[in-house]
């Protein structure tokens, strides 16, 4: 396509511009029930599993209706979105903290229409565009990262995970029949962009080979004090090495302290390091970052690798599927998934999920590593 | 990689036009750098700022920290950014020949 200018001057870059606005206000975009009642709220209650209503001191009621997002998405479903929100609920929608889409109408009879129409729309392949669901005791959808689509440092995909566990888990966003909500998240790289380190299950891409080192390039590309300063288990020191007969700066890698976390590699693109054979997935568990009952937990290591399987990961679907039964049948009204656990005891845990538990997760990490381990007697066999 | 000509001289770039390597840094860079970030004038506080980053990256093997960089040149973030648009990772480290930013930036 031929070149469309915005009205852009190259030459004078800072000519008309305009910075520092921020975001729209919300208010803007609040239904009218909303911004009437707003502060007023009474009470609210579930019809259906992805459907509920509040009601306000006033007596006005507001009816939503969620449904699941696949967060990314293009333009083409942005619009159906809107022509959903046109159609049914004067242009108004909003979207959720887990990229959940909520539609709200402020009478009861418009409810009926509008779930039939959500759940008419299909993509070509077959599946949901708007699948109703996502509330309460259930499985609602996973927070996620960018995967093989746009980041650098992955040692998985997200989005093909992501739809992969969501049909398995299908059935469990539009029912309520849990003993509280689970929440799945997926990180591709320790960096754990997303809530991993605070979810019920957790799916994080794992390496299992240490950094290739570019000496060519390392010095020029690379500010070799970051990269030796990223490391967390100081496996990287400064070194001289020969390359095409004359000496460069560089990096040695101790390898037997290497854990391959990849942060090197985020400082310095002289030292990648994803490996097809190596690169997998490690489940955590036990996490939750609400108050109720028990304080916020971290999720814990309880797989320690699986390979990848794209396009559809059936290993790690079926773990976690596994793991979400033997909750479902086994865990107390309330109980999140971590409390199950510490309560019945993680060797227990593992028993009932038919984990096997390896020594990848013991704790070796500094000092704090010595306070999980058991320094009781306590133990069931 | 990606090459340029600017006034008699061949830089090598990546695709965010920093240079290859910061050996290969001269006053002809800081020129085309100067075109490519559409600034005006180059005046004595851009050159102080060039100075400093190079002279802080020959001794420690990284770019300063943004409140090191302000510290030393007595330049708020404020002014660095009115002396390069583009601010001082994208805009000053380029012209004065440094690696590229790395990390979640
Ligand atoms: C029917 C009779 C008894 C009942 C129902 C009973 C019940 C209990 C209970 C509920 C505890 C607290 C356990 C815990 O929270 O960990 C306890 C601790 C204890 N009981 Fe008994 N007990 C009985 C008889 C006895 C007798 C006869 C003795 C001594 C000869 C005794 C000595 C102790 C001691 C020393 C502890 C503290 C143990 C510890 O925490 O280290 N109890 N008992
Ligand atoms: S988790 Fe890692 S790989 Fe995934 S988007 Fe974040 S930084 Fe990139
Ligand atoms: S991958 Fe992680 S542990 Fe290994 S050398 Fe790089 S920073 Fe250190």
Not at chain 1, 139 to 152: D, E, R
Not at chain 2, 82 to 104: H, I, Q, V, W
Request: charged residues 25%.
């Amino acid at each position: 396509m031929a070149f469309v200018s915005s009205g852009y001057n190259p030459d004078k870059p800072m000519e008309n511009r305009i910075s520092d606005i921020g975001p729209k206000k919300y208010d803007e975009f609040y239904p009218p029930v909303i911004a009437k009642n707003k502060g007023t709220w009474l009470y609210h209650e579930y019809i259906q599993p992805g459907v509920y209503y509040h009601v306000a001191e006033s007596g006005d009621k507001v009816f939503t209706v969620r449904v699941g997002g696949a967060r990314l998405m293009s333009t083409t479903h942005i619009r159906e979105i809107c022509e959903i929100g046109e159609k049914h609920c004067d242009g108004y929608v909003r979207f959720t903290t887990r990229n959940n889409i909520e539609f709200m109408v402020d009478s009861e009879d418009k409810i009926r229409p509008l779930i039939e129409d959500l759940e008419s729309r299909k993509f070509a392949g077959g599946s949901f565009k708007f699948p109703v669901g996502g509330t309460g005791a259930g499985i609602t959808n996973i927070v996620h990262t960018q995967g093989w689509i746009h980041c650098h440092t992955p040692a998985t995909d997200a989005s093909g995970p992501v739809k992969a566990t969501m049909d398995v888990l299908f059935d469990d966003f539009k029912d309520h029949r849990l003993p509280a909500h689970l929440r799945v998240s997926l990180a591709c790289c320790l960096n754990m962009c997303g809530a991993v380190h605070c979810s019920d299950i957790a799916i994080l891409g794992y390496h299992r080979k240490p950094p290739l080192l570019d000496h060519e390039y390392l010095d020029k590309m690379c500010e070799i004090p970051l990269a030796i300063a990223a490391c967390p288990t100081a496996a990287i020191k400064p070194s001289k090495v020969e390359f095409d007969g004359q000496k460069v700066n560089s990096v040695a890698v101790k390898e037997s302290r290497c854990m391959f976390c990849g942060n090197c590699y985020t400082m310095c693109p002289s030292m990648p390091l994803a490996d097809t054979e190596g690169d997998g997935i490690v489940i955590m568990a036990g996490g939750k970052v609400s108050n109720r009952i028990s304080a916020p937990k971290f999720s814990k290591v309880v797989v320690a690798f699986i390979p990848n399987e794209a396009p559809r990961w059936p290993k790690t679907t079926e773990t976690i599927k596994k793991m979400v039964e033997v909750y479902a049948n086994d865990a107390n009204k309330y109980e999140r998934l971590g409390e199950w656990a510490e309560r019945i005891g993680w060797e227990r845990f593992f028993e009932k999920c038919e984990l096997p538990f390896t020594h990848h997760l013991i704790d070796d990490f500094r000092d704090p590593a010595y306070f999980t381990w058991r320094q009781t007697t306590q133990f069931k066999f | 990689m990606p090459s340029v000509e600017f006034m008699g001289k061949t830089f090598n770039v990546d695709e965010d036009g920093f240079i290859d390597s910061y050996d290969n840094w001269c006053q002809e860079w800081v020129q085309w750098v100067k075109k490519e970030e559409g600034i005006d004038e180059l005046n004595d506080e851009h050159q102080k700022v060039i100075d400093v980053l190079r002279d802080y990256y020959e001794k420690n093997g990284i770019a300063p920290m943004v409140r090191v960089l302000s510290k030393v040149t007595g330049f708020k973030l404020k002014h660095i950014y009115e002396l390069f648009p583009s601010g001082p990772g994208k805009g000053a480290c380029k012209m004065a020949g440094l690696p590229k930013p790395t990390g979640c930036v």
